[in-house]
Nanobody
């Protein structure tokens, strides 16, 4: 089973930046074999899709993060990244990575808290 591990979450001030990492447990380049995505879930709310990264390298972003977040990958390291800039309190959530279709098991996620 493919396992994805998210990391990099932290407590940051509004306007700050953070880079999240999503690492695959397999040696093959799953980020080249699957359309991938970043999701987040705030307390008491449903998980939402915020960024997509296709096998072809095309990116898509939810309106709430467009212009502030960027996702990219390093295939050699089996790692996908989410660069988060100009963070807002509304970005506070647990962040997850998965395929664009959610085919893999959901991991623990990584907590991002934006607060002054």
């Amino acid at each position: 089973q493919v396992q994805l591990v998210e990391s990099g979450g932290d407590l940051v001030q509004p306007g700050g930046s953070l880079r999240l990492s999503c690492t695959a447990s397999r040696t093959y380049a799953i980020f080249r074999l699957n359309d991938m995505a970043w999701y987040r879930q705030a307390p008491g709310k449903q998980r939402e899709l915020i960024a997509g990264l296709t096998m072809a390298g095309t990116t898509n972003y939810a309106d709430s993060v467009k212009g502030r977040f960027t996702t990219f990958r390093d295939n050699a390291k089996n790692t996908m990244y989410l660069q988060m800039n100009a963070l807002k309190s509304e970005d506070t959530a647990v962040y997850y990575c998965n395929s664009l279709r959610g085919r893999f098991d959901w991991g623990q996620g990584t907590q991002v808290t934006v607060s002054s």
